[in-house]
């Protein structure tokens, strides 16, 4: 999916670090038209590892700022998410991107601490921005129905932010408030 040569082997190696360094890793397999045929792999792969993981195929909205799905979906895998209860993103794991950057989770990438600069101490303030991102905002302030909203909190608000309808994140679409 990164579309650089030999991508995968680097990925691979620095699991293989991790674990012989005795860190925890839960794996989250994405599932896209272009690999859905190797979904069995990724799971005996994450298997074999003797790791914990997730897949993921519904995904939206786009790198560009939309907030259409991506035609990449592999369709006989998407599937009806489950009413959001929270998430322990930022308190019990995080997200590193390539760039040193760590955030709450894939998706709420800002704030984040710069790991190159703050170093490890700096993770400790996820858990307070884990909780700043998870308060409602725009279309969803005042919810009455939020009890059973399908969406994160950051997912919701990359979708406000995206200007995206309604409809694309909201389940419960103008009936809300």
């Given amino acids: 999916m990164t579309r650089r040569r030999g991508g995968f082997d680097r990925f691979r190696e620095g699991v293989h670090k991790a674990l012989a360094a005795g860190l925890r890793i839960d794996l989250s397999l994405i599932i896209v038209r272009t690999n859905a045929h190797e979904a069995d792999a990724m799971r005996a792969w994450a298997t074999g590892l003797g790791v ?99 969406v994160c909190r950051p997912m919701a608000q990359v979708f406000q932010a995206a200007k995206a309808p309604l409809k694309n994140y909201c389940q419960h679409g103008e009936r809300s408030s």
């Fill in 52 to 150: 914990p993981f997730r897949e993921y195929a519904n995904i939206s909205p786009t790198i560009h700022g939309g907030g259409e799905t991506l035609p990449s979906q592999s369709p006989e895998y998407l599937t009806d998410r489950k009413p959001f209860t929270g998430c322990p993103a930022g308190v019990t794991f995080f997200h590193a991107d390539p760039f040193g950057r760590a955030s709450i989770c894939k998706v709420g990438r800002e704030p984040n601490i710069g790991l190159t600069a703050e170093g490890v101490p700096g993770l400790a303030r996820l858990g307070q921005i884990a909780g700043s991102l998870m308060l409602r905002t725009g279309g969803c302030s005042g919810c009455k129905l939020s009890a059973t909203c399908r």
